[in-house]
């Protein structure tokens, strides 16, 4: 008779028998990390934009083409960051998903490995499938 007390049945996952599958919480400080990389991204590449575009049209005049190109920095710093720190956000957030599963599908196949030459752990992990479907989830 198989035994009841087997940590296989203490999964938090209904999809894994192996309990790999522990819910990290997203850092917010990993997307804000990454938000300010696309942002300071994203501004270089403006300013470059902008440099090319002010030294056209300024014709020498050096002073009014450096405020108007720290404007235009300034300007895109404050409409851009919101929406690459929720970008960040949900890129962090799937990839940390992403990580997870990977995870677990590894641990599942060292389990399933080691059910294949062990019999008491395979006839576990069959009781422990029948439970899972006979609970509804």
């Given at each position: 008779?198989?035994?009841?007390?087997?940590?296989?049945?203490?999964?938090?996952?209904?999809?894994?028998f192996?309990?790999?599958?522990?819910?990290?919480?997203?850092?917010?400080?990993?997307s804000?990390?990454?938000?300010?990389?696309?942002?300071?991204?994203?501004?270089?590449?403006?300013?470059?934009?902008?440099?090319?575009?002010?030294?056209?049209?300024?014709?020498?005049?050096?002073?009014?083409?450096?405020?108007?190109?720290?404007?235009?920095?300034?300007?895109?710093?404050?409409?851009?960051?919101?929406?690459?720190?929720?970008?960040?956000d949900?890129?962090?957030?799937?990839?940390?998903?992403?990580?997870?599963?990977?995870?677990?599908?590894?641990?599942?196949?060292?389990?399933?490995?080691?059910?294949?030459?062990?019999?008491?752990?395979?006839?576990?992990?069959?009781?422990?499938?029948?439970?899972?479907?006979?609970?509804?989830?």
């Open positions: 008779m198989p035994r009841t007390d087997h940590p296989i049945f203490a999964t938090s996952s209904a999809s894994t192996s309990g790999a599958a522990r819910r990290t919480p997203v850092s917010r400080e990993h804000r990390m990454l938000a300010g990389m696309l942002l300071a991204a994203v501004i270089a590449a403006l300013l470059v934009v902008a440099d090319q575009v002010v030294n056209t049209w300024v014709d020498g005049h050096l002073l009014v083409g450096w405020v108007v190109l720290w404007s235009v920095a300034f300007a895109v710093l404050a409409l851009l960051a919101p929406p690459l720190r929720q970008l960040a949900v890129t962090a957030q799937a990839l940390t998903r992403w990580v997870a599963a990977g995870s677990a599908r590894r641990a599942d196949a060292v389990m399933w490995k080691a059910a294949q030459q062990d019999h008491r752990l395979m006839q576990d992990l069959y009781v422990a499938s029948l439970v899972n479907e006979h609970s509804g989830a």
